[in-house]
C-alpha cells in the first residue's frame, strides 16, 4: 500500500528555520516525482515543486523559487520542504504527494500526505 | 504560467441534484486535466484523470469531460458525503502545474 506520512505539525518564529518531512513507502521511492502544495488559511491549493529522487532533478514555481528548498533522502525514502527564513505569509496546510505519470508530460497526485501544518507568528 | 479558472465559485444544492462545475484554462492544455474533492481539514482526494479517467474506487456518478481548454465535472445524484471543495488542476507541458481557485458546494 501506497503511503506518505508527513512530519508534525510546527509553531515557529519569523525568521527562523524549519525543514518538514514526507516518508513515503509502498512503491519505488526513487522512480517517481514527489511534490508539496500550499494551502494558506481559507484558500485554495497552490502547487509549489517537485522533485526526482533517483536523481534529485527539482522544478519550482516561479513565484516560490528562493523561498524554499525542495530535497530527498533515498536512502530513507523521505523528502523535505526546507525555509531558511520563515515569514508570517509562510503559515498554511503543506500537503505532499505524489505525482503519477498518465502519458507525456501528463501528471496527477494520486497518493497525498496527511498535511503538515506550519503556524508562524511573533 | 497557465491560469486555471473555475466556475461557479461556490454552489448550493440538494441530495439528489445532478451538478456541474466548469473549469477553464488560459491556454489548451489537451487532456492534461484532473479533478480533486476535498473535505473540511482533510487532505485532497483525486476523483478524475486525463479529463474524463475515473480513478479507481471513485462512484461511477462523478464524470469529466472536455479538451482544449473547456473542462467540466458531473455528479449526476449528490450524495450527503459529496459536499466538499472541489479543485481542478492542469499539469501540460512544463511546471508550475496549477490549480483552479476551487468550488464549493453546499448542501441548500
Known amino acids: 500500500e501506497v503511503q506518505l506520512v508527513q512530519s508534525g505539525a510546527e509553531v515557529k518564529k519569523p525568521g527562523e528555520s524549519l525543514k518538514i518531512s514526507c516518508k513515503g513507502s509502498?512503491?519505488?521511492?526513487?522512480?517517481?516525482?514527489i511534490g508539496w502544495v500550499r494551502q494558506m488559511p481559507g484558500k485554495g491549493l497552490e502547487w509549489m515543486g517537485i522533485?526526482?529522487?533517483?536523481?534529485?532533478?527539482?522544478r519550482y514555481s516561479p513565484s516560490l523559487q528562493g523561498q524554499v528548498t525542495i530535497s530527498a533522502d533515498k536512502s530513507i525514502t523521505t523528502a523535505y520542504l526546507q525555509w531558511n527564513s520563515l515569514r508570517a505569509s509562510d503559515t498554511a496546510m503543506y500537503y505532499c504527494?505524489?505525482?503519477?505519470?498518465?502519458?507525456?508530460?501528463?501528471?496527477?497526485?494520486?497518493?497525498w500526505g496527511q498535511g503538515t501544518l506550519v503556524t508562524v507568528s511573533s | 504560467d497557465i491560469q486555471m479558472t473555475q466556475s461557479p465559485s461556490s454552489l448550493s444544492a440538494s441530495v439528489g441534484d445532478r451538478v456541474t462545475i466548469t473549469c477553464r484554462a488560459s491556454?489548451?492544455?489537451?487532456?492534461?486535466l484532473h479533478w480533486y474533492q476535498q473535505r473540511p481539514g482533510k487532505a485532497p482526494k483525486l476523483l478524475i484523470y486525463?479529463?474524463?479517467s475515473l480513478q479507481s474506487g471513485v462512484p461511477s456518478r462523478f464524470s469529466g469531460s472536455g479538451s482544449g481548454t473547456d473542462f467540466t465535472l458531473t455528479i449526476s445524484s449528490l450524495q450527503p458525503e459529496d459536499f466538499a471543495t472541489y479543485y481542478c488542476?492542469?499539469?501540460?507541458?512544463?511546471?508550475?502545474?496549477?490549480f483552479g481557485q476551487g468550488t464549493k458546494l453546499e448542501i441548500k
Open positions: 504527494a505524489r505525482p503519477y505519470p498518465c502519458g507525456g508530460d501528463c501528471y496527477y497526485f494520486d497518493y
Open positions: 509502498g512503491y519505488s521511492f526513487t522512480n517517481y516525482w
Open positions: 522533485i526526482y529522487p533517483g536523481d534529485s532533478k527539482t
Open positions: 491556454q489548451s492544455i489537451s487532456y492534461y
Open positions: 486525463a479529463a474524463s
Open positions: 488542476q492542469q499539469s501540460y507541458s512544463t511546471p508550475p502545474y496549477t
